[in-house]
């Protein structure tokens, strides 16, 4: 199986700060990687999916970036509705992994 | 709008058995593959199984392999997870989640609320 790894696992960050995630594969998965925000209690959201492509309704300060197995979500200015946890999926595999979350928080 | 909606969750026995549901409504079923994700509390997430648009392709997680058993009912725009000789370690929240396209490549953009499954004696 393909192992994710991301890094931090957690930040303290304040609102308007510029906040990088990053997404490491086990092995390349060009561009098949996916990074969903999960609020407590809520299921899921796609935010972006192969690297970069950003999905409707979804803010531009929100961006992706990378292929092979490095990878890269950014946040340009961060805003009080983006404190939440960030999750890397590669969708490479018929097995799909996830990584183990970034949880960002109010500094 | 694509909308999922869980069923089944609950209290099962370990060794025990329990059946999810997923109610799609929205957009056309039979067209896209379909996803259980599970989230044990307090973790993170963990893909479980898969199936294909037609139901003929089935795809699980190493850790239930065996266990579980995916299908779908297109008529009826449901898909369910059989879950047999449930474990302490199968405890979690139980998602549904659509393919965003029809190739399969499980990029999920439409998911269910989640259903609670608690395995204890």
């Known amino acids: 199986d393909i192992q994710m790894t991301q890094s931090p696992s957690s930040l303290s960050a304040s609102v308007r700060d510029r906040v990088t995630i990053s997404c490491r594969a086990s092995?390349?998965?060009?561009?098949?990687l996916n990074w969903y925000q999960q609020k407590p209690g809520k299921a899921p959201k796609l935010l972006i999916s192969?690297?970069?492509s950003l999905q409707g309704g979804v803010p531009s300060r929100f961006s992706g970036s990378g292929s092979g197995t490095e990878f890269t979500l950014t946040i340009s200015s961060l805003q009080p509705e983006d404190f939440a946890t960030y999750y890397c999926?590669?969708?490479?595999?018929?097995?799909?992994?996830f990584g183990q979350g970034t949880k960002v928080e109010i500094k | 709008e694509a909308q999922l909606l869980e069923s089944g969750g609950g209290l099962g026995q370990p060794g025990g058995s329990l059946r999810l549901s997923c109610a799609a409504s929205?957009?056309?079923?039979?067209?896209?593959?379909m996803n259980w994700v599970r989230q044990a509390p307090g973790g993170g997430l963990e893909w479980v199984s898969a199936?294909?648009?037609?139901?003929?392709?089935?795809y699980y997680a190493d850790s239930v392999k065996g266990r579980f058993t995916i299908s779908r009912d297109n008529s009826n725009h449901t898909v369910h997870l059989q879950m047999n000789s449930l474990r302490a370690e199968d405890t979690a929240v139980y998602y549904c989640?659509?393919?965003?396209?029809?190739?399969?490549?499980?990029?999920?953009?439409?998911w269910g609320q989640g259903t609670t499954v608690t395995v204890s004696s």
């Open positions: 092995q390349t998965i060009a561009t098949y």
């Open positions: 989640a659509k393919d965003i396209g029809t190739y399969g490549d499980s990029t999920m953009d439409v």
């Open positions: 192969a690297a970069s």
């Open positions: 199936v294909s648009g037609s139901g003929f392709k089935t």
């Open positions: 929205g957009f056309t079923f039979s067209s896209y593959d």
């Open positions: 999926q590669e969708s490479y595999s018929t097995s799909p992994t």
